[in-house]
Antibody
Framework: QVQLQESGPGLVKPSETLSLTCVVS????????WSWIRQTPGKGLEWIGY???????NYNPSLKSRVTISGDTSKDQFSLQVKSVTAADTAIYYC????????????WGQGILVTVSS | DIQMTQSPSSLSASVGDRVTITCRAS??????LNWYQQKPGKAPQLLIY???SLQSGVPSRFSGSGSGTDFTLTISSLQPEDFATYYC?????????FGGGTKVGIK
């Protein structure tokens, strides 16, 4: 059974960088797409971007200038960085696996709440 | 960017009811439409992919239909465990986008 687990700081100061890691267990990262999605009461579910196991990435244009997704298949994990955060980046962040195509998100992590506040 | 609009935003229903949720895309997305169920405090779970294919392990009372811009999720006989929020998501083009959600509550 594939499992994903997000980890990282739950509190980040404004203007700093948010960094999260997703560890994948129970399956290989090869041939899949690995996405980050966030959820807020105001904006709902927002796709941030994905990394393919080969290293190719694709980002939501609304966040592209501030976001980096990287992966380490040898450690079965991938990461998210969001630079210059503001209160608007406060959200529950999920990592998820895309099967066959990036959009078919068949396994999700439990989510991690990240609050941006001084 | 493609916008996804769900209706209604919420509904109340009883166990055993037939429930229909609609999702409309701002332009044609062919059949690249997925449905997810989310319960409070949990991550979304994939129910239906490519408009009408049932994800493994999902009960057959869930079904999806549609193509182009208009899609429907149907629960044929609502069960207690189905009270949740449902989201559609387009996978036709980047950026991926979700609908605003439909909360199914108890009448």
């Amino acid at each position: 059974q594939v499992q994903l687990q997000e980890s990282g700081p739950g509190l980040v100061k404004p203007s700093e960088t948010l960094s999260l890691t997703c560890v994948v267990s129970g399956g290989s990262m090869r041939t899949y797409y690995w996405s980050w999605i966030r959820q807020t009461p105001g904006k709902g579910l927002e796709w941030i971007g994905y990394i393919y196991y080969s290293g190719n990435t694709n980002y939501n244009p609304s966040l592209k200038s501030r976001v980096t997704i990287s992966g380490d298949t040898s450690k079965d994990q991938f990461s998210l960085q969001v630079k210059s955060v503001t209160a608007a980046d406060t959200a529950i962040y999920y990592c998820a696996r895309g099967r066959t195509v990036p959009s078919l998100l068949d396994y999700w992590g439990q989510g991690i709440l990240v609050t941006v506040s001084s | 960017d493609i916008q996804m609009t769900q209706s209604p935003s919420s509904l109340s229903a009883s166990v055993g009811d037939r429930v229909t949720i609609t999702c409309r895309a701002s332009q044609s997305i062919k059949n690249f439409l997925n449905w997810y169920q989310q319960k409070p405090g949990k991550a979304p779970q994939l129910l239906i992919y490519t408009a009408s294919s049932l994800q493994s392990g999902v009960p057959s009372r869930f079904s999806g239909s549609g193509s182009g811009t208009d899609f429907t999720l149907t629960i044929s006989s609502l069960q207690p465990e189905d009270f949740a929020t449902y989201y559609c998501q387009q996978g036709y083009s980047s950026p991926l986008a979700f609908g605003g959600g439909t909360k199914v509550g108890i009448k």
